[in-house]
């Protein structure tokens, strides 16, 4: 059975950090590409963060470049999603998501059959 289960989301102050896991089972994970979006309060998905199957082509989205960093061990079967001077409006679920090969488009959520449950970021004062 192929999952994807996210971890390390809590509450963190603005201008914190946290380190999110994404750990996928029944893949052979080095052929996916992955994608973390968010859902904020009221908002549509955003994209955050692509990383294809050997780590060799990285996307952020404008909103968190320079502030996120997404890495992978295929060894471990994990990508990572690193967070760091986190703001309110980095509040959300972040999910992760895979792809077979790469996106076309990696923005879209269409590209992404697989996704997991998403785990909780809160960043308030």
């Known amino acids: 059975q192929m999952q994807l289960v996210e971890s390390g989301g809590g509450l963190v102050q603005p201008g914190g950090s946290l380190g999110l896991s994404c750990v996928a089972s029944?893949?052979?994970?080095?052929?996916?590409?992955v994608v973390w979006f968010r859902r904020a309060p009221g908002k549509e998905l955003e994209a955050v963060s692509y990383?294809?199957?050997?780590?060799?082509?990285?996307a952020y989205a404008d909103s968190v470049k320079g502030r996120f960093t997404t890495s992978r061990d295929n060894a471990q079967n994990t990508v990572y999603l690193e967070l760091r001077e986190l703001k309110p409006e980095d509040t959300g679920v972040y999910l992760c998501a895979a792809t077979i090969g790469r996106a076309t488009i990696w923005t879209r959520t269409s590209e992404y059959p697989f996704w997991g449950q998403g785990t909780q970021v809160s960043v308030s004062s």
């Open positions: 990383i294809t199957g050997e780590g060799t082509e990285i």
């Open positions: 029944g893949f052979t994970w080095d052929l996916y590409s």
